[in-house]
């Protein structure tokens, strides 16, 4: 198969875990947007309305939800999970007011489904053939990389050309959908799709393109340990990924947290720079021209970029925001 093929089939499989697919991914899936950026936003027209299906009620008081206030502004901020098993529960009225009366619904990427940017980027900043993945691996850890593709339905030898942060992508993003997960269950999609239903227009922090392009831009060295990581665990990713979603929905964000540290900073600290502090800064920006206007807008981003260490509620917090848990 040649590489043009190879990266076709693997092209929209790129794109979702571009997103965030997945807690085992969530170190890195989505990427960023660069600190300091103009506010600027992507705006999705919304589709013809179709009702949206009622999300099952989460038990007790749910996933968290956040607030920032000022005299003539409001900010929701809501923890989502990007891909989630069939019937799990996880709405709450505290959700549904919320969303209910904001003016603006903002998202990490609003061209999410479109997975023609997410090809474009992986072929440009995903394939090396003149640095292939046996020359800067050991051969104990191509070796276990080979097995890992194989698992997956490749091969070391057929990902040889691809950069780490792309091999990593496709041996770690089976697991979870094997298990039953999906991503158009995910909380960040069923949001969208009642937004559209509701005639909300969809705003996104940041473009696909950036997202990728901060993860292609990691260090070599970050990127082997982030593939090495998910080469020796990944019978972790699926039971992390359970027990990611089980302290949402009970709404203990310092276990998110804990959890999420495994697959970035505790790996690199280039990760977590590329998938948290980047990104959440950018955002920050963005969240304070909120601020700085007038009227109520509801924001729905992977938990982690409000449960973890240099999240957006720290941020906040040090420009003398207060931000109230719901």
């Known amino acids: ?40 936003e992507q705006a999705a027209a919304p589709a013809p309305a179709v009702a949206a299906a009622p999300i099952p009620r989460a038990e007790g008081a749910g996933p968290p939800l956040w607030v920032v206030r000022d005299a003539d502004s409001t900010v929701y901020l809501f923890g989502t999970i ?16 919320a969303f209910a009366g904001a003016d603006q619904f903002w998202v990490e990427v609003a061209d999410q489904d479109d997975p023609t940017v997410a090809a474009k980027v992986a072929q440009q900043h995903g394939v090396t053939p003149d640095r292939p993945l046996s020359s800067i691996l050991s051969a104990e850890d191509f070796a276990a990389f080979d ?8 091969s070391g030898a057929a990902l040889d050309a691809y950069r780490p942060w792309l091999a990593a992508f496709i041996v770690a993003g089976t697991a979870p959908m094997q298990a039953g997960y999906r991503p158009d269950l995910g909380v960040d999609k069923t949001l969208m799709d009642r937004a559209r ?16 392009r901060l993860i292609a831009g990691m260090s ?46 505790d790996i690199h600290e280039d990760v977590h720079r590329a998938a948290l502090i980047v990104r959440n800064a950018d955002w920050t920006d963005q969240i304070e021209t909120m601020m700085k206007g007038s009227g109520s807008a509801f924001v729905a981003v992977g938990v982690a970029h409000l449960a973890d260490q240099d999240s957006l509620i720290d941020m906040l917090k040090a420009r003398g925001y207060s931000v109230e848990r719901l």
């Open 220 to 265: 070599e060295e970050a990127q082997i340990a982030y593939l090495n990581n998910y080469v020796r665990n990944g019978g972790q990713i699926v039971p992390k990924l359970d027990q990611t979603v089980a302290a949402w929905l009970k709404g203990d964000a310092a276990e998110v947290g804990r959890l999420n540290r495994l697959d970035t900073r």
């Open 82 to 97: 990007h891909y989630l098993r069939p019937g799990t529960a996880w709405g709450s009225d505290k959700v549904d007011a």
């Open 1 to 40: 198969m040649t590489l043009a093929n190879r990266m076709g089939r693997t092209a929209n499989h790129v794109s979702r875990m571009a997103f965030g697919a997945c807690a085992a991914l969530a170190a890195s899936a989505a990427l960023a947007a660069f600190p300091g950026a103009a506010h600027a």
């Open 197 to 212: 239903a509701e005639g909300k227009t969809i705003h996104g922090f940041e473009t696909a393109d950036r997202q990728l």
């Open 147 to 154: 097995k890992a593709a194989q698992g997956v339905g490749a």
